[in-house]
């Protein structure tokens, strides 16, 4: 069972940078895709950015794009989420996700890989906090 430890959150100011990394284990070859999500309080869940490995490329949520970049060590899968001209918006739990395949192969995830569902991902994190003050 894949295991995913996130680090990196914390406070800073608005405008600032922060990079959240995201340390894997026991993942296997199968293990595809990766996402980072967030969640504000009293909000939903939401994805931020994805990365499949096997080719299909990076997707970005509306409020991230231009700002936030999303990528991956391939030596030993730790995933990173760069995080540019920071909101106060943007304050949240950020969660790590992946999969490999137990969920993610479905035609019904594979088609909706732009709108980077949680329900798609079935491995997470416990989560860093980043507090972004204005």
């Known amino acids: 069972q894949v295991q995913l430890v996130e680090s990196g959150g914390g406070s800073v100011q608005a405008g600032g940078s922060l990079r959240l990394s995201c340390a894997a284990s026991?993942?296997?070859?199968?293990?595809?895709?990766w996402a980072w999500f967030r969640q504000a309080p009293g909000k939903e869940r939401e994805g931020v950015a994805s990365?499949?490995?096997?080719?299909?490329?990076?997707y970005y949520g509306d409020s991230v794009k231009g700002r936030f970049t999303i990528s991956q060590d391939n030596a030993d899968k730790t995933l990173y989420l760069q995080m540019n001209s920071l909101k106060s918006e943007d304050t949240a739990m950020y969660y790590c996700?992946?999969?490999?395949?137990?969920?993610?192969?479905?035609?019904?995830?594979?088609?909706?890989?732009?709108?980077?569902?949680?329900?798609?991902?079935?491995?997470w994190g416990q989560g860093t906090q980043v507090t972004v003050s204005s």
């Open positions: 996700a992946a999969d490999d395949g137990s969920k993610d192969a479905s035609w019904y995830c594979i088609s909706r890989r732009a709108s980077i569902l949680q329900e798609c991902f079935g491995y």
């Open positions: 026991r993942y296997t070859r199968s293990t595809n895709s």
């Open positions: 990365i499949y490995t096997d080719g299909h490329g990076t």
